[in-house]
């Protein structure tokens, strides 16, 4: 940031301002960290092992694929939230379940709880309940699209272990 930039914002706020306190450690922050700061993404982790398996890191993206599911079988924040970071995650460990590059006995028990996270608590609620995040009326439906087709092309000792019915959309969301 230029000095010019420093010197207006310092000499904006001299009384106790907590907007302008606020914005003069953001563009500080900003200043200090020009790229930002960036961290693993389970969403675009998902993606890339679902697509990209020919990429170095492969597996250490599966690795952190499994480290970062809950308890409870989603992956991502609470709620609604976790909607599309767990579609892309089940999405993922199952084209790696598919791919045969990962021992199957490690994937199965994350993807059916996966799949139960989505059928049981993410994929029942409404659209009007879910977070308005971008993309949202596309990314859900080709993810329940793909997950939909990597478990019917599962070969049938797999499938057998992971009886799921289809995935459907959640209310209100349009294929």
Partial sequence: MSDGATRVFA????????????????IAGLALRPWGQVAPSVYESGRLVAG????PGHHQRIG??????????????????????????????????????????????????GLDALTGRLLPIHARALPDTP???????AL????????????????ERLPRPPLALPAGVEG
């Avoid at 907590?18 to 003069?24: E, T």
């Avoid at 990209?52 to 990429?55: F, I, Q």
């Avoid at 993309?135 to 439906?141: M, N």
């Fill in 11 to 26: 000499d904006a706020g001299t009384a106790a301002d907590p907007v302008a306190d606020a914005a003069r450690e953001l």
């Fill in 52 to 55: 990209a398996a020919w990429l």
């Fill in 64 to 113: 952190f694929l499994l480290r970062e599911q809950r308890p409870d079988g989603a992956w991502g924040p609470p709620e609604g939230y976790a909607l599309v970071p767990t579609l892309s995650a089940t999405d993922a460990l199952l084209a790696a379940l598919a791919d045969g590059g990962w021992a199957g006995a490690d994937l199965l028990a994350p993807v059916a709880r």
């Fill in 135 to 141: 993309a949202l009326d596309l990314i859900v439906p």
């Fill in 144 to 159: 329940v699209e793909s997950i939909n087709g990597r478990l019917t092309g599962l070969d049938r000792a797999t499938a």
